[in-house]
C-alpha cells in the first residue's frame, strides 16, 4: 500500500477519567515519530468542536506541559454529551473533508466508539481515505472485547482508598454506612470496593451491582443479619441498582426525580439514593447512625490519585493507536487482552464489535447470593488497582 | 517535685481524621522513653472505654503494627459521641483511682478538652495526684489558642485535591458544580477549596462559611454571575452555612431533618442540603446541568490523602504531652504557635481554655463581599496543606 498521509484530529468524548489525559498525551507524543501524520489537530469538546471547526495546534505543545496535563484529571481538550446520528456524524465527515483530515483519534466509551464506526461507514461510502481509531476510557469499565478499558482502574482506586479509609472511621463510631458507586448498568467499580477489605470483620460487608435486582426487603434482612454480627455494617452500592421488572430503586424511592439532558433519570452529582435507604434502614431496623456518602465526581477526577498501571495502559492505548495507524490500512477500537499474569498485549478490534453494546459483570464475578463478589473478582482488579498505602488495624492484647 | 510515678491512660474522642493514630504512636512510642509512666492502658471507644474499664495493653504492641496505624485514618483505640458531664466525668475519675491511673492522655476536640478540665478539677477536689493532657485533633480547626489543630491539613489536602480535580471534570463539560464540605461552624475547611485554583477562570468560584449569613437570593444571583463571565460556576460551601437569624439553610430547604444522637441537625452523611440547591439553581437559573457532591467521611478518613507536616505534627504534638508530663506538675492542651514561616513551637496552655469553646474564622481571611476568601487565608494554610500532585490546564494555540 501506498501510504496515507494527510493531517489527524484528536477528540475526547463522555465523562473524563484521570487518565484520559494520559491517552492524549501518548497521541501527541507518539505522533512526532512518525511521518504518516502531517498536522494534529485538537479538537474542543469533542465531536462539538469538530463539527464547529475549533481546533487547537497540538504540535506546538511543550513537552512539560504535555506531561503535566498527562498526570491531570479531565478532558483537556474539553469534552461532550453529544450522542452524534447519521446527520452529525455526516458533519463530522464534511468537516474532514473540508480540511484533508486523514486521520481521526477518538478517545472515549461505547457511545464514541459508535461515532467512530459512523464516520468510517461514511468515508468509506464518498470513497474518501480516512483511518478511525477509537482509543476506550471509561471508569464504567463496560466495553465489550477489552480485558478492562483505561480509566476503571484509577476510579477503582479511589473507591478502594475510600472504604479501605472508611472502614476504619466506621469501626470507630459504629453504625450503618452507605457509599454510593458510579454505574448505571455495570457494577465494576461498585465491586471493586472489595479490594479494600484486609481482615473478615471489614467493610463493606455487602455489595449490590445493577446486574442482580435489588429488593428492599432482602436488603433491610441482610443489613440486619450483618448488624447482629458485627455491630457495624458497610454497604457498597451502584447508583444503577434496579428492582425485578428492570426500574432503577431510585425511581421507586423517590416521587420527584432529576433528569438529565438525554432525559436519563439523574443519578450522579445528587444523594437521593443513599439518603432514601438510608432512612429506610434508620426506620425499619432502628438504626440510630446510618450515613451515606455518594462518591459522585471525585471518582472520576480526584488529584493525586491514580493507578501506576492505568496511567501507563492509557498512554501505551494510544501510542498503539498512532503506530498501527501507520502500519495497516485498517480502523478500530484499541483493545487490551491479558496474555500474562500480568501483562497486556494491545489489539486493533473492528469498530463494530465495540460501538453502543455494554459489557456486564460476568456470573464468576457476582456471589450467587447476590450481596457481595466471588474472589474471581479481586484476582481480576488486583494488578489492575496495586499497591496501596499502609494500612492496618491496632494489634494489641486486652487488659482484663 | 519528686516525679509522679504511675500508669497513664489513653483515649480517642469526637470525629477521627486521617493523622489522629499518628498521635497515639506519638504517645505510645514517646513513653518508652520516660520512667515516670509505668504503664500505658489504651481506652476502646474513648472515654466510654474508661467508665465500661475496657482497656488495651499498649505497651506490647510491636513497632511496625503501630507505625502501620499511625499511618491509617481513622481512631485505632475507637471513639465515641459521648460528651462527659460531671456525673459521668466522676465515673471516669473514680476508675482512674481504682486503677490508680496517674496520667490521662485525650486525643480529642474541644469537647474532650472540656472532659479533661473536668476530670482533673475532680481529681484536685479529691486531692488525688492526676496529671491530664488534652492532645488536640479535628478537622473542623476551630480550636482556640493553637494555630492550627492536627487534622485539619490532611482534611484541607482533601478537599483542596477534590476541587483541584473536579475543576477539570467541570471545565471538560460546563455546568454548575456544588461541593458541600465538612463544617458545622467553622469554615477553615471549606475556604481551603480556593487552595486548588491555579488560574483565574479555575474553580471554586465561590465559597460560602458559616461565619457569613447565607442568603438564597444572593446565591442565586452570584451564581448567575458567575455563569456569565465563566459559562461555569463552581461553589464550595460549609454544611453548617445559616441564614440571617442563625438558623440552618438546610432547616428552611427541607421539610423533615434527620437528627443525630444529640439532637443537633444531621449535617454530614446526607446529601440533601447539596441537592436542595442544585435543585433551585436548575428552577431558578434554568441551568441544565447542576451536581452536587457531598464530601462526607471521604475528606476525614480517605485512604492516601495526608499531609507530611499534618502527620509529623500530630505525632510531636503527643511527643511533647509526653516529655512536658515528665517536667512539670501541670496540666493542660498541647497549642501550636507559628514562630517561623514555616516552624511551630509546642506549649502547654491551660485546658479552660480551650475546653468547649470555638473557633471562627476571622475577618481578614473572609472576602468583604462574603462569597470568597482573602489572600491571607492561602498564605495560612500553604505550609499546612504542602505540596500538591502536578496539575495544570493545556497550554496551546488555536487553529484559525
Known sequence: MAKLIGKAVIAQGGGPTAVINQSLAGVVFQVRQHSHISHLYGAIHGVRGIIDEKFMDLEKVSSR???????????ALGSTRDKPDEEYCEKIFKVFKKHDIRYFFYIGGNDSADTCR???EQSNVHNYDLRVFHIPKTID???LVTDHTPGFPSAAKFVVQAFAGVNFDNAAIPGVYIGVVMG????FLTASSAYARKYKTDGPHLIYVPERSFSIDRFI???ENVLS???RCMIALSEGIVDDEGNPIISKL??????DSHGNI?????GQLGDALSKIIREKLKVKRVRSDTFGYLQRSFLGCVSALDAAEAKESAEYAVNISGLVEADGSITMHRVGDYSVEFRLTELAQVARKTKSMPDEFISDDNKYIKKAFLDYIRPLVGELPAYTKLSAFKIV
Open 65 to 75: 506541559n504535555m506531561e503535566d496535563v498527562a498526570r491531570t484529571p479531565g478532558a
Open 118 to 120: 459512523i464516520v468510517n
Open 141 to 143: 469499565n463496560d466495553l
Open 184 to 187: 448505571r448498568h455495570a457494577g
Open 221 to 223: 434482612s441482610d443489613v
Open 229 to 231: 454480627e458485627n455491630n
Open 254 to 259: 423517590q416521587e420527584k426525580i432529576e433528569k
Open 266 to 270: 439523574q443519578l450522579s452529582g445528587s
